[in-house]
């Protein structure tokens, strides 16, 4: 994908907000630090043009690219605020999968970063609700295991074995990938 959009007209590319988010996206893991700026360009071209799926799965890229680069997690701040100061109406999810990578993307950012934001059991709510309902079975794990993280970081062992003692039940009869079963 990085190569087909990289043989694109530049110019186009810069301009086209689901162009640039995909370029992101191809590059997130591999090269968080370029990805992120292309996640930042998108999302002011979605956030310009009023396009709510674009701006949110933007927001959320630019989170997971924050996360994967790992050295400065201050940087999630401002862009927790901006969530934050979205209203209930732009915060409104068009899909589920649009809620889940959100959802992901902000627990992890106030896991990591503000762990005492009032939001934050509303947030950890709604990726639980997320990892219950989803089909795919890496965001359910990754959901669960990072769930999972929080409730040992904030000391709730009950809790975090009743959550490890469910991964394992699931694993054990729930569809999975390849990769997952590693």
Known sequence: LEQWLC?????LVEQ???LLY???ASRAQRDPVSARGNMERAFELFSVRQNKAGVLLAWAGVGDC???MYFDLTQFDPWIAR???MDDAQL?????VVEAKVSF???VALAFRQPQHPKFGVWRSRLAACAEATPDPMFRLLARLHLLISQIWSGDLHGAGAALH???RESATRPSTPFVEL
């Open 66 to 68: 924050i996360f994967y």
């Open 7 to 11: 043989a694109l007209p530049a110019p």
């Open 105 to 107: 993307s902000m627990f």
């Open 16 to 18: 086209d907000p689901w």
């Open 83 to 85: 969530l934050d100061e």
């Open 92 to 96: 409104s999810f068009p899909s589920p």
């Open 166 to 168: 469910e991964l394992r």
């Open 22 to 24: 995909w370029l992101g």
